[in-house]
């Protein structure tokens, strides 16, 4: 199977390639990765990774919001949805709000039936392409979930 991860993410038709399934399953295996590389004392006060995600206008982009906001969310990271903002704004909140990992909704100059998922690390670059591997092996392997105390918010 080709690799999921472009060079700026996972782009492809939505609802076709791209669907709310793999945006939780993305989300789900985003939050597998960043819980194990953020250490405890870069944690939010609830002891969880935070998160912040974005999106452009693309009708899909709603639905694929929060799709990946419960994916990350029900593997225990604390989710700030931004709303509608430019990639380069996601980058800048991710480099100066003390977030673990942002997430951005958009296709860039692609056609307007194509969406894509970008993520973000800590400091605004993008994840490097072993962090994507990492994820891209984790997706639909995840069979256990917190519950309680340990499930994320979605602000």
Do not use: C, W
Request: proline share 5%; no cysteine; aromatic share 4%.
């Amino acid at each position: 199977m080709a690799r999921l991860f472009g060079t700026d993410g996972v782009r492809g038709l939505a609802n076709d390639l791209l669907t709310p399934a793999l945006a939780v399953q993305l989300g789900e295996a985003a939050a597998q990765v960043l819980t194990r590389q953020t250490p405890a004392s870069k944690r939010s006060r609830s002891g969880r990774p935070r998160a912040i995600v974005g999106r452009d206008t693309r009708a899909s982009g709603e639905f694929l919001d929060h799709a990946i906001s419960a994916g990350l969310a029900s593997s225990g990271v604390d989710v700030t949805r931004v709303g509608i903002l430019p990639t380069p704004a996601i980058a800048h909140l991710t480099a100066t709000q003390d977030v673990d990992l942002g997430v951005v909704i958009s296709a860039s100059h692609n056609p307007f039936q194509d969406n894509g998922i970008k993520f973000f690390a800590r400091g605004g670059y993008k994840l490097a392409d072993a962090v994507e591997d990492e994820i891209e092996s984790l997706l639909g392997t995840i069979d256990q979930l917190p519950t309680g105390a340990g499930v994320g918010r979605v602000i």
